[in-house]
């Protein structure tokens, strides 16, 4: 009886340690294509993802060969008036701002932009820019002052 109480413990030490190898060593290997199914969903997506980004830029460079608008404004507060002050030879009290308006259009290739000069919010003059792509040259006018260009 001793005998067969020892040999079902043996028997049963061994049949869990058979059990648990063999669970052991199939869920290692399963985790290897588990590892390799997640990245594969990964690079596809970012794939994917490089994609889309891609498709967008197009959009958007495309949209911006139509034109844009844009506005710069430069404030001038109390201590930007003093320290300008130092370096103006007159009297900048007056100055609150300066704003460049502009409209920027692209055809057949060249660049056109129109730039509006705000002084306090009121239009000082208008700045005509052209820019050939192909000699690289820039043609501007103000047409407050002239109808030609100055290159």
Do not use: H
Not at 120 to 149: F, G, H, V
């Amino acid at each position: 009886m001793k005998t067969r109480k020892k040999w079902l413990r043996k028997t049963t030490a061994i049949c869990t340690a058979a059990f648990l190898g063999t669970a052991a060593i199939p869920s290692t290997a399963f985790a290897a294509d588990s590892y390799a199914s997640i990245e594969k969903d990964a690079w596809a997506k970012k794939v994917t993802e490089m994609a889309s980004s891609y498709a967008t830029s197009i959009e958007e460079s495309q949209s911006l060969m139509s034109g844009m608008q844009s506005d710069m404004i430069l404030k001038f507060e109390d201590s930007g008036r003093s320290l300008l002050g130092f370096v103006a030879p007159f009297d900048v009290s007056w100055l609150d701002n300066v704003t460049l308006s502009n409209d920027i259009s692209f055809t057949e290739g060249k660049e056109g932009i129109l730039m509006k000069v705000l002084l306090n919010d009121n239009k000082i003059c208008t700045l005509e820019y052209y820019l050939d792509p192909d000699s690289q040259d820039i043609y501007m006018r103000i047409p407050e002052l002239s109808d030609k260009y100055v290159n």
